[in-house]
Structure formats: C-alpha cells, structure tokens
T-cell receptor, first 116, second 113 residues
Framework: EPEVTQTPSHQVTQMGQEVILRCVPI?????FYWYRQILGQKVEFLVS????????KSEIFDDQFSVERPDGSNFTLKIRSTKLEDSAMYFC??????????????FGPGTRLTVT | RKEVEQDPGPFNVPEGATVAFNCTYS??????FFWYRQDCRKEPKLLMS???SGNEDGRFTAQLNRASQYISLLIRDSKLSDSATYLC??????????????FGKGTHLIIQP
C-alpha cells in the first residue's frame, strides 16, 4: 500500500537556525499539506500546495515558513529562523484530487523537531 | 466556540463493549467529515469518511447530523487494539483548491481486558 514518507524522523536544531523537513507524498496524489502538532495539543493545519503553488495557508504559516516541490517527488517545508515554540511534530499529508469523494488526506509518520 | 469540539475522555471500556463518541463543529459551511485515529506519538490514520446518510465499516459506524452540526462514531465489539485517540476532523470544501483539515483535540479510548 503506498504511503507518505518523511525525513528525518527527528531533527534537533538550535534557535535561529534554518531547518528543512522533507516529504515524499503518495505518487498519484496532487494535493500536499503540512500540519504540526505541539506536544499535548491538537493537530493544526499550516499550508496546502497544488500545481506548484500554495493553495491555502493558516495564520501560523508566517514569513519564516516556506514550501517547495523541488522535483517530481519531494515536498519540503523550510523554517528560516527557528524559535523555541516551533518545537513540534510536523506531519506531511497528501490527497488524490479535489473531488469530494477522493478528498481523503493520508499522513506521513512525522518529523519531530526539537529547537534548543 | 471551538471549531471542533470533542469530549477528551478518557473512556475506559471493557473489551467487547460498545462505545460511542460525539463531536460538534461550528462552521456550517463544512462539507467533508472524517474520523481519524491517532496512537501515541504517531501520525493520524484515516479511520473513515462520514457521509450524509451515515456509513458503516465493519465494527465502526459513523453518522452525520448537519442540522445539529454533530458527528458520531460507534465502535461495536471493542478490541484491545482499538485503544487510541479518536480525532473528529472537518474540512471546508470550497472547490478548486485544497482546504486544510480542522481537527478536534481527540477522545482518548482505553479498552480494558
């Protein structure tokens, strides 16, 4: 069964450093997403991406965040200057298309980001 | 009012029992509804989509009441492996683009042997 993969599984970085989180969505999916989950809190939407551009973003997704699809398979989330409060689990997800019946989003295993 | 509201639990239920979870959502424009399960420190896994007429998948039954903005999940003959956090999830389908999902905080279920 195809699945979303993410690397690394755990990233430790110092405050102010840049990090890039990587995701390989399911191969025939067209929509890609990033979410985060701070420990003990709910999953929160960050951004969606379609046809090489951002479709929607939340108020969390400010100027320090960016997304890119650098090639035909990878989808990345960059955090330019990490803060302590960026420590969270970051999940990538993908869905096949925008039709209601196929709008189900499938999540990768996550990258645990720890900012020290 | 919270966007998606769930009773956090925990629900402690003996193996074999039936358990029901409820969820309310605030955005009347919401068009798609899902139940996900999340094990500790793992990713959300899609359990089932929820359709207007209600739907069943094995031991799991989901129902939607749009008028009351209410979603339910029923688990019959519960197994030890059903122990997890159940996430009520809502999406606002606007068409032509990809909406983010809005998650509830989840209901924690513990099945006891």
């Amino acid at each position: 069964e195809p699945e979303v993969t993410q690397t690394p599984s755990h990233q430790v970085t110092q405050m102010g450093q840049e990090v890039i989180l990587r995701c390989v969505p399911i191969s025939n999916h067209l929509y890609f997403y990033w979410y985060r989950q701070i420990l003990g809190q709910k999953v929160e939407f960050l951004v969606s991406f379609y046809n090489n551009e951002i479709s929607e973003k939340s108020e969390i997704f400010d100027d320090q965040f960016s997304v890119e699809r650098p090639d035909g398979s990878n989808f990345t989330l960059k955090i330019r200057s990490t803060k302590l409060e960026d420590s969270a689990m970051y999940f990538c997800a993908s869905s096949r298309d925008s039709e209601l019946s196929s709008y189900e989003q499938y999540f990768g295993p996550g990258t645990r980001l720890t900012v020290t | 009012r919270k966007e998606v509201e769930q009773d956090p639990g925990p629900f402690n239920v003996p193996e074999g029992a039936t358990v029901a979870f409820n969820c309310t959502y605030s955005n009347s424009a919401s068009q798609s509804f899902f139940w996900y399960r999340q094990d500790c420190r793992k990713e959300p896994k899609l359990l089932m989509s929820v359709y207007s007429s209600g739907n069943e998948d094995g031991r799991f039954t989901a129902q939607l009441n749009r008028a009351s903005q209410y979603i339910s999940l029923l688990i019959r003959d519960s197994k030890l492996s059903d122990s997890a956090t159940y996430l009520c999830v809502v999406n606002k389908f606007i068409g032509g683009g990809a909406d983010g999902l809005t998650f509830g905080k989840g209901t924690h279920l513990i099945i006891q042997p």
